[in-house]
């Protein structure tokens, strides 16, 4: 298979998946603008900008990106059907009673029959509960130094009024737009790719193979990745791992992978989070990278 097939695939995942982080986007955009504005709201009644119940914030940037999550699962785990032709030869795990409100989307019952579902609900629940905890660090860190800026423009750190704090506080606060692009990018990325490979899990496909796209390839990490084969149902990347590409590596027009003598370029090392296996992209944030199915045996 050459490199421009395998291409063009990748990229109309790129593009479905970008109508879906359209839509995580705007919804977290306004989360996370809520909970800056119920942080600015605390400075003014004096306490510290961040809720004890931060789980709550998690719970709230998981409810703005399930919906939307499983839809694009759905819709990876389409396009991959037809990209690459699949037939359904076996369904694993069904355990459909819990998810009777998925059907509420409109998803088929093949689709339902597989561990996908769950498998993009423990993605989100994990990382919305690590995305809270960043967001609140964002804000503390800039609460901190605003903080200190007015004490050191004034020389002392008494007499400072809250609402004086909390004003600056909340001009500060600008990285809503940005943060939320980042989160939505690789949720809907992370979720097209789950529902491709359990796709291919359900036409018995054994083997998947990583592709990054022309534009990906810069990124040392995804040029290292690039073309790398696993059976499917196993990780590229355990939890707690890493990745180390260098500087030079590149990929010619067939799509192979070019690594540089040694001693040229300059290596670099990607550690993987414990709390996440690599079984397909993203490896990264505003990765855009893909997997495509291993067929050997096309008369299966
Ligand atoms: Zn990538």
């Known amino acids: 298979m050459g490199r421009s097939r395998n291409e ?4 109309a995942r790129q593009k479905v998946a970008q109508r879906y982080q359209k839509s995580i986007q705007k919804k977290l955009f306004r989360v996370l603008r809520n909970q800056q504005q119920e942080a ?6 004096n306490m510290l900008p961040i809720p ?7 719970l709230d940037l998981y409810d703005a990106q399930i919906e939307d999550g499983q839809k694009a699962a759905y819709a990876g785990w389409q396009l991959a059907e037809e990209q690459a032709g699949l037939k359904t030869k076996g369904l694993i795990n069904p355990e459909l009673d819990s998810y009777d409100f998925i059907i509420g989307i409109g998803l088929e019952e093949n689709f339902l029959l597989t561990p996908t579902i769950t498998n993009v609900d423990n993605y989100f629940a994990v990382t919305s509960g690590k995305e809270a905890a960043t967001h609140a ?9 605003v903080q200190k800026e007015i004490v050191d423009e004034a020389g002392t750190a008494r007499g400072l009024s809250s609402s004086k704090l909390a004003s600056m506080l909340q001009k500060e606060l600008t990285y809503t737009k940005s943060y939320s692009t980042l989160i939505a990018r690789t949720g809907s990325i992370w979720s097209l790719n789950e529902g491709a490979e359990q796709r291919y899990i359900s036409a018995q496909v054994e083997s998947k193979q990583w592709w990054a796209t022309y534009d990906e390839l810069t990124c040392p990490y995804c ?24 500087t030079e590596t590149k990929v010619d027009d067939d799509g192979n992978v070019i690594f540089p003598e040694p001693g040229k370029g300059k290596e670099i090392k990607l550690d993987i989070p414990d709390y996440m296996a690599i079984s397909h992209p993203p490896l990264h944030p505003h990765c855009r990278c893909t997997i495509l199915p291993v067929i ?5």
């Not at 063009?8 to 990229?11: G, S, T």
């Not at 600015?40 to 009644?45: D, L, P, T, Y």
């Not at 004890?52 to 998690?58: E, F, S």
């Open 8 to 11: 063009a695939q990748a990229i």
């Open 40 to 45: 600015v709201n605390r400075i003014k009644s």
């Open 52 to 58: 004890p119940d931060l789980y709550r914030w998690g």
């Open 137 to 145: 660090k964002k804000i503390t860190t800039i609460f901190e130094r």
């Open 223 to 246: 040029a290292e990745m690039h073309g790398k084969i696993v059976a499917t149902q196993t990780n590229f990347i355990d939890p707690g791992g890493f990745v180390i590409g260098n």
């Open 296 to 300: 050997t045996d096309i008369e299966g």
